[in-house]
């Protein structure tokens, strides 16, 4: 024992390395350890240790293996298609999505878009995002493969195309599978047999069809009289099988899949290999002896005594029930040989024996010439060791009965056991027994065939065996709904398991009939989101196949199905951010009506920039050409014309859906127009101006066709407006906070004598002179550039906000919306007109207000100053501005002068009433009223500001 411990523990520390230097510190350390070894049994070693207390691999195996440690498998597949620079080949376009650019199909490789790149790392992840990770890609990459196909090859390559469907369909289901294995590999088992076996009609699987095929089998080997049970089954099970077979075979080996996934539970028996109930055997040997436990040691000495549960000593019942439940695993896991193994192993080599007596009977012939040796195997009376079995079975209700029960076929026994309580095992037992009472079928016409000859052959003796054992099992199961019906009247919770996903897999399981009555049930109507997400790949699956034959719903009742499900799954995954860039190859199975109408609303909800461009980036891959763009217009458009849910600042940086692309500039240019036009109406001058300069990004054009020119000069138009507005609103501070009255304060030249009064005036002069300047200055510039801004509106080039010559480019920006949506006001471009006059009417007007403040006030304030100085820089204001302008030629030429603001302002007449600007066409009678009443007033002041600097008083 200490040998085979120490080599195991050497093996297990060679595993992770080669190097040689490791497995001798592995050996040292093994070796110092089973030195000081304490048995758990019987403490330190002595010369009189028993090997039957424990055996030391038993012993070495669960004390130096490490603990199981938690750990998540992190899958990430990369969907295939145009997802990189070095890229270039376009991407397949999704079936159903109106997409008509096939161009570059015939570049992309079906292999590329099979495979599967894998990365498994044994790290935390976040369980939901990546399933969710995972359904997206193989949804994405089955849509591009399908597309591929029915593009590339023609009507000819029939038998190629279904291959490769076929292949797509697997990889579709068996990604899937990955998390959720039950549903999605059973698809496959069923996908795998072709179309026909998938859509499979119950009544292919009645009885009169299972005994016509019997008939049909029988007659066609009667002739062979040579043909051993063995080469029946193989036989009944090959290529030539019905259809209802082949799927209860495949519905058979995906239940034994499932059970294999399970962990299966070794046992770890306190005995040695070579002795069977090693506590019960001592004890007899010790002469013990109790009423209640054996008082021999053989395999049946258990079923000898009365009290049933704990016949043997010790832990040998625990050990034996340990055995027994590993046992039953691997049976359900279709691997018996590992069954019988362990029971040969763990010194019960009658239960390997006995477990195998279901071998169908062969003979093999070493000289197949003279047949002059032969060997049997199997056994050739395999029906009458199934009705001991079944005798088994019925005697207790542990593990080992559910094994004889399954074995034999036992249907009602089998279900009725507690050890095969769950779904799953109750859906084994009822498949197995079916396909079993079919072999046993089978068997006995052939021998009855071969009795009716007068050929006594291997395993047909006993005819009166065969009667009885089939009328023992002429179970009423003989159909898929009868055996779901029998599952859900079992007095197991557990086999009535009525989950959803139970529920799909038994439709499924029945057949054509069920799929359909799961179809129509409204499923999607419930929370559950993970039914929402498998439901929606499953429609999506089931309506690749609506078009072959004996699909059981039409394909419209489907498509309208899958237009729903997809629906509800998209506002499923705008609700989590996380998530919301899978829904984009969902979108694209929408028709272009709802794609349009729904779609872009759900992603109004997103504001973070990085979130938008990944959305952009997938949508320009998946989409059509060009629906990128339509689909991103109207989200701007949505969050532009909602007026409660998105303030201000969201609608600014709703423009910023179409800066992710030089060639989306025209459409952003429109929107930003739009939204400009919004603000001013509503009086936000200050939003308006910190969205063009704030939200709204410098965009070069990548050509001279991005946005029209009249969009151009549109924008050209507000900025200028804007710009003019901040330059008036500056030049207003600057009157507010500057004075035309002198600071200096006189000083007191009581004690001053002629020359200091001389020097004291000198220096206040100088200071007065300085003084005015510096003021007159900052008003003066700011007054210059409010008056160029404010010039800029009114001679703007054709007019501010006129029409051009040439038409007003609308875009797809809002002229498309008008085949969706009821526009009250009228079409875009009427709208658009609309709000340009009322821009015209509400702003030239202020404008032209803003530039008669900016002449009159700086007037004024202009000939404050200049009397204010009076007293100290000259007689009268001419004086004054002479010595605060040496330079000056004429009164009229110097801004310091009130005279060349008013002349400006009675300038401003001729820009009013220029035909080339129209500014009087935005004025309305009552204004213009204003403004003639405005002018007459500047001509006098005019008048009057010339005869006081001309000291004409007549004038």
């Keep these: 024992g200490t040998q085979h411990a120490t080599c195991f523990a050497i093996m297990q520390a060679m595993k992770d390395s080669d190097d040689e230097g490791d497995a001798s510190k592995a050996y040292a350390a093994v070796t110092a350890q089973l030195n000081s070894w304490t048995s758990p049994k019987v403490g330190a070693r002595s010369s009189n240790w028993s090997v039957c207390e424990e055996d030391a691999v038993q012993w070495a195996e669960r004390s130096m293996s490490p603990s199981p440690k938690s750990s998540a498998l992190a899958i990430h597949l990369t969907p295939q298609g145009r997802s990189s620079d070095s890229d270039n080949s376009a991407p397949g376009t999704p079936i159903m999505s109106n997409s008509s650019n096939k161009s570059n199909e015939e570049k992309i490789s079906l292999h590329d878009l099979m495979t599967v790149p894998t990365v498994l790392k044994s790290v935390p992840r976040n369980a939901t995002t990546d399933e969710y990770r ?82 049909e089998s029988v007659s066609s080997l009667t002739g062979s009289s040579h043909r051993t049970h063995s080469q029946l089954l193989q036989d009944l099970c090959g290529e030539t099988a019905p259809t209802f077979l082949k799927r209860r075979q495949a519905i058979l080996e995906w239940l034994q899949e499932n059970f294999a996934r399970k962990d299966i539970r070794h046992p770890r028996m306190s005995f040695s290999s070579r002795i069977m109930w090693p506590e019960s055997t001592k004890s007899l040997k010790l002469g013990k002896r109790k009423a209640n436990k054996i008082r021999s040691v053989h395999p049946d000495a258990p079923l000898l005594i009365s009290e049933r549960e704990t016949p043997l000593f010790g832990t040998d019942c625990k050990s ?22 362990l029971c040969s192993v763990h010194g019960q080599p009658w239960r390997a024996a006995v477990w195998q007596g279901g071998e169908p009977f062969k003979i093999d012939a070493l000289d197949k010439e003279k047949q002059t040796t032969i060997i049997n195997h199997g056994n050739p009376s395999r029906i009458l060791w199934k009705s001991h079995c079944r005798k088994l079975a019925r005697a207790t209700l542990d593990e080992e009965s559910a094994i004889y029960a399954i074995l034999a076929n036992d249907t009602r026994t089998a279900l009725a056991n507690p050890c095969l309580r769950s779904w799953e095992s109750g859906l084994y037992v009822c498949i197995s027994s079916m396909i079993g009472r079919l072999e046993d079928e089978l068997i006995c016409l052939y021998n009855t065939e071969k009795r009716k000859t007068g050929f006594v052959f291997p395993g047909s003796e006993n005819e009166q065996d065969e009667i009885d054992s089939l009328l023992t099992t002429s179970e009423p199961i003989l159909t898929e709904t009868s055996i779901i019906t029998t599952l859900r009247s079992s007095p197991f919770k557990t086999m009535q398991d009525n989950t959803i996903e139970i529920e799909i897999m038994e439709a499924f399981i029945q057949g054509r009939n069920a799929v359909t009555s799961l179809l129509h049930k409204r499923w999607l109507e419930s929370s559950e989101k993970p039914l929402l997400r498998t439901m929606t790949h499953l429609i999506f699956f089931l309506y690749s196949l609506a078009d072959k034959p004996g699909s059981p719903v039409k394909v419209d009742r489907l498509k309208n199905m899958l237009e729903c499900s997809i629906l509800d799954y998209i506002r499923h995954l705008t609700e989590r951010p996380d998530l919301i860039q899978f829904s984009v190859v969902y979108a694209s199975m929408l028709p272009t009506g709802t794609l349009l109408e729904v779609y872009p609303k759900l992603l109004t909800k997103v504001q973070v920039p990085d979130e938008r461009r990944l959305l952009w980036e997938k949508m320009k891959d998946i989409f059509e050409e060009g629906m990128d763009l339509r689909i991103l217009n109207r989200v701007v458009n949505l969050m532009l014309n909602e007026k409660k849910e998105f303030n201000n600042v969201k609608k600014c940086q709703a423009i910023g859906w179409l800066c992710f692309s030089q060639h989306h500039y025209g459409e952003a240019l429109i929107f930003a127009n739009s939204l400009t036009r919004q ?141 969706y949506e009821d526009d009250d006001v009228g079409d875009a471009e009427e709208r658009r007109k609309r709000e340009l006059k009322k821009l015209q009417s509400k702003l030239i007007p202020q404008i032209v207000k803003m530039a008669q403040d900016v002449y009159d006030e700086t007037a004024t304030w202009m000939k404050t100053m200049l009397e204010d100085a009076i007293p100290v820089l000259g007689n009268n204001t001419r004086e004054v501005l002479s010595v605060l302008d040496p330079n000056v030629d004429e009164v009229s030429s110097t801004p310091l002068a009130p005279l060349y603001w008013l002349c400006h302002a009675e300038a401003l007449v001729e820009k009013v009433a220029s035909e080339e600007y129209s500014v009087y066409d935005s004025f309305e009678e009552e204004y213009l009223k204003t403004f003639l009443d405005y002018m007459e007033n500047v001509t006098i002041r005019l008048l009057e500001e010339s005869a006081d600097v001309s000291g004409d008083q007549k004038l």
């Design 134 to 215: 995972l359904h997206h890609d193989a949804f994405l990459r089955f849509v591009r493969a399908r597309n591929v196909i029915y593009h590339q090859f023609s009507q000819s390559d029939v038998k190629f195309c279904q291959k490769d469907e076929l292949a797509i369909d697997l990889d579709y289901l068996q990604t899937l599978a990955i998390d959720q294995y039950q549903i999605w590999s059973l698809l496959a088992k069923l996908r795998r047999l072709g179309v026909d076996a998938f859509w499979m009609d119950e009544i292919e699987s009645e009885r009169n069809v299972q005994q016509q095929f019997l008939f």
């Design 320 to 341: 034996d029930k340990d055995l027994l439940q590993a046992c039953l695993q691997n049976i359900l896991s279709g691997r018996l040989e590992k069954a019988t193994e």
């Design 679 to 819: 603000l001013l109406l509503n009086d936000e001058k200050y939003v308006a101006n910190q969205f063009l300069w704030q939200y709204f990004p410098k965009m070069v054009p990548s050509n001279d066709k991005e946005g029209s020119v009249s969009t151009r000069r549109e924008h050209d138009a507000l900025q200028v407006y804007l710009e003019a507005n901040e330059a008036f609103e500056r030049w207003k501070d600057c009157m507010v906070n500057s004075t035309a009255k002198c600071k200096a304060k006189d000083i007191d030249q009581t004690n001053f004598n002629e020359i200091e009064k001389d020097i004291s005036l000198s220096m206040k002069k100088r200071r007065i002179i300085d003084e005015k300047q510096k003021a007159a200055q900052k008003i003066i510039f700011a007054a210059n550039t409010a008056q160029c801004k404010l010039d800029e509106v009114l001679t703007f080039d054709g007019g501010w906000l006129q029409e051009y010559e040439d038409e007003y480019d609308v875009g797809d920006a809002e002229n498309w919306l008008q085949e």
